[in-house]
């Protein structure tokens, strides 16, 4: 049996072989519902398929969150392995995810008194959400105390950012901050809002451009302020947009020192507002542990 167990949710859009190499288990955030089927990202839809579905009919494509009895059951099976768990939601400002998990963690810690399981609101969402996790399990696989992987997360989340760009506002009603009608309109004048993660966990416009290369060297001028230093940590997502990625991946190779760069896909339960080609980075330097 083996000690801690560092898990998170599929928001925080971590690559598989990366999880895998770093002993993360990731779950779903929430299932899918699409014309009366139910999915469950990446197990029976992938995230290609499903921004297949909100570009066919977005008002079709639903999510549900994870239900308390569902991750109780997460916790129940990887316990059999692991006396602790450290479960890192994605924001709790954006999702009940985090309320969802504690109250799990609540009646399993009744049922197992032996066992323990932490409850770490991330505060952030997708690459940013995701590079906080992995700080959090190189510090267990450092041997560190519960205690002390909890508070590296929340130091990582200190100086981790998260910043994105969509492609449209076609799909941004689906979050109830525009009208249909109004992100209609707002789409025909090809604005593309650039958000950022705000320190709370909350998601705020910081600049629009109507360009896609302009968009991105206001990121990259973002990244630079925000960070203070030029050697990051970077996770670049996108939601079914492979080659955008890939050109955002080789400008911020060109102007920092990138100690690491993972591409991934933006999960569809964020992407089902942002729409696709919305593209995410997460930025971190390295954390001391």
Do not use: W
């Not at 100086?159 to 969509?166: N, P, R």
């Amino acid at each position: 049996m083996s000690g801690i167990l560092i898990m998170t949710d599929t928001v925080s859009c971590i690559p598989h072989h990366v999880a895998a190499a770093n002993n993360i288990k990731i779950i779903p955030a929430a299932n899918i519902m699409y014309d009366e089927q139910t999915y469950i990202e990446n197990v029976t839809i992938t995230a290609t398929e499903a921004y297949e579905l909100i570009k066919k009919d977005p008002d079709k494509f639903l999510t549900s969150a994870t239900t308390p009895a569902l991750i109780l059951e997460e916790f129940e099976k990887n316990s059999v392995d692991h006396d602790v768990i450290v479960h890192i939601t994605l924001s709790g400002k954006l999702s009940a995810g985090y309320k969802t998990s504690s109250l799990a963690a609540e009646t399993f810690q009744e049922k197992h008194p032996d066992k323990k399981i932490y409850i770490v609101d991330s505060k952030t969402v997708a690459g940013a959400q995701g590079l906080v996790v992995l700080a959090a399990a190189k510090a267990a696989q450092k041997g560190m105390t519960p205690e002390q992987i909890t508070n590296v997360a929340a130091q990582a989340r200190e100086k981790t950012g998260g910043i994105f760009i969509l492609e449209t506002l076609r799909y941004i009603y689906r979050t109830g901050r525009m009208s249909k009608l109004g992100s209609r309109i707002a789409s025909m004048f090809n604005i593309r809002p650039i958000n950022m993660v705000m320190d709370d966990g909350s998601i705020e416009m910081v600049e629009r451009t109507r360009n896609i290369d302009h968009g991105f060297e206001l990121m990259l001028d973002i990244i630079k302020k925000e960070a203070g230093t030029d050697t990051l940590h970077f996770m670049v997502n996108h939601a079914n947009d492979l080659p955008a990625a890939k050109k955002f991946s080789a400008l911020l190779k060109k102007n920092f020192k990138c100690l690491s760069l993972e591409i991934s896909d933006y999960s569809p339960v964020m992407g089902y507002g942002a729409g696709p080609g919305a593209l995410f980075v997460g930025f971190q330097p390295e954390i001391d542990l």
